[in-house]
């Protein structure tokens, strides 16, 4: 069973920023970010592939956020700059074996962390 910890939510004003880890217990094929407010759909936000390093975005977050990732040490990144309230939700880490054209859909990754709060004030 692979775990995921994530760490690095805060509270920032909007045009701040703060950069999310999310450390894996093994190496694992892909890992999203996806992020869920109060009465949304969780939704997802970027994703990288471990092996080459492919990423994608969402819309709302291109040119201002960015994934990256550690191999060595099994670490994804988010860093999210130039933040708007609207950014405001819980992140989550997902990791599984899902490939880059499919993979905003929250059924496909296995493994979830545990969430951690971004709130963005105005």
């Known amino acids: 069973q692979v775990q995921l910890v994530e760490s690095g939510g805060g509270s920032v004003q909007a045009g701040g920023s703060l950069r999310l880890s999310c450390v894996a217990s093994?190496?694992?094929?892909?890992t999203a970010w996806f992020r869920q407010s109060p009465g949304k759909e969780r939704e997802g936000v970027a994703f990288?592939?471990?092996?080459?390093?492919?990423?994608s975005y969402a819309d709302s977050v291109k040119d201002r956020f960015i994934i990256s990732r550690d191999n060595d040490k099994n670490t994804v990144y988010l860093q999210m700059n130039s933040l708007k309230p609207e950014d405001t939700a819980v992140y989550y880490c997902?990791?599984?074996?899902?490939?880059?054209?499919?993979?905003?859909?929250?059924?496909?990754?296995?493994?979830w962390g545990q969430g951690t709060q971004v709130t963005v004030s105005s």
């Open positions: 997902a990791a599984g074996t899902v490939y880059e054209g499919i993979w905003n859909n929250t059924s496909l990754f296995s493994f």
């Open positions: 093994e190496y694992i094929y892909s």
């Open positions: 990288i592939l471990s092996a080459r390093r492919t990423t």
